[in-house]
């Protein structure tokens, strides 16, 4: 069996997305946008691509996490769990170009 690199990115999520699935999440009404870093097995990542969309909604609500700004690219990840029909999609910070050469180390 074949033991895959993870590799890290910093995903960015609005902060009341993440609050029904934590306890400890913030109890406001606010749509902030909060980033973290996340480990990510490259071999379960079944598409991805730039997401200029993300970033004019971004600008649009005008609600930039900390440390970004508009000049920043986004790429959305989509993962399949498993080899089971389930997928997640997600954000993360950098443009394809990056998230590609960081995917690749994981190989």
């Known amino acids: 069996m074949r033991v895959s690199k993870f590799i ?3 995903e960015i999520y609005k902060k009341d997305s993440i609050a029904r699935f934590s306890n400890t999440a913030s109890t406001d009404d606010s749509s902030e946008y909060c980033l973290r870093e996340v480990m ?5 990542i079944s598409m991805f691509w ?9 600008i649009e609500e005008n609600k930039w996490p900390e ?8 790429t959305k ?3 399949d769990s498993n080899g089971n ?6 954000y993360v910070v950098g ?3 990056l998230i590609t050469k960081k995917l690749a180390q994981g190989d």
């Open 50 to 58: 730039e997401c200029a969309y993300f970033k004019d909604q971004l």
């Open 77 to 79: 990840l989509q993962i």
């Open 8 to 10: 890290k990115l910093t």
């Open 85 to 90: 029909s389930t997928k997640s999609t997600f």
């Open 67 to 74: 440390g970004l700004d508009s000049r920043q690219n986004f």
């Open 40 to 44: 990510v097995n490259p071999n379960y």
């Open 95 to 97: 443009p394809i170009e």
